[in-house]
């Protein structure tokens, strides 16, 4: 049976995950730095991103993601385990992406799934993400 602080614990840990999301969805990427801590480290190499540090990532993003017209992430099957101040997680995420400088219609989209694989540390802010890799599962270009 879950205590109360771990059931806190989660339900903290999935809103990071909800923001995350959130944030590059909507191009709000100051919103990150609520997300991950400032040394976190980030891999998007199996989908054709970079890999480094938050502030290197995050940069990357801002010049890389309004390429892409419209896209959105869906997560799901979100594993976390808690261990005292530090966690992990494995979470499913389906994110189609239209490719092309502008959204029109039959514009082809980049159809990805990825497990997105988190650590997190508990700090005086709450929880922050640490760590996340991308293991790919599918994509494909239609």
């Known amino acids: 049976m879950l205590s109360l602080e771990e059931i806190s614990d989660r339900l903290e840990i999935q809103q990071l995950l909800i923001d995350y999301s959130?944030?590059?969805?909507?191009?709000?990427?100051?919103?990150?730095?609520?997300?991950?801590?400032?040394d976190a480290?980030?891999?998007?190499?199996?989908t054709g991103g970079v890999d480094g540090r938050f502030p290197d990532v995050k940069a990357w993003l801002k010049d890389v993601l309004p390429n892409f017209p419209a896209y959105y992430h869906m997560l799901g099957n979100v594993d976390i385990r808690v261990s005292g101040n530090h966690a992990t997680s494995r979470a499913i995420c389906f994110n189609p992406m239209v490719m092309g400088g502008a959204h029109k219609d039959g514009a082809p989209i980049y159809f990805v799934g990825i497990w997105y694989v988190d650590e997190?540390?508990?700090t005086a802010d709450g929880w922050r993400m640490s760590r996340r890799v991308e293991e790919k599962c599918f994509d494909k270009l239609l």
């Open 41 to 46: 480290y980030i891999d998007y190499r199996v």
């Open 22 to 38: 959130t944030a590059i969805d909507q191009k709000r990427f100051d919103d990150l730095d609520r997300v991950f801590t400032e």
């Open 120 to 122: 997190f540390i508990r």
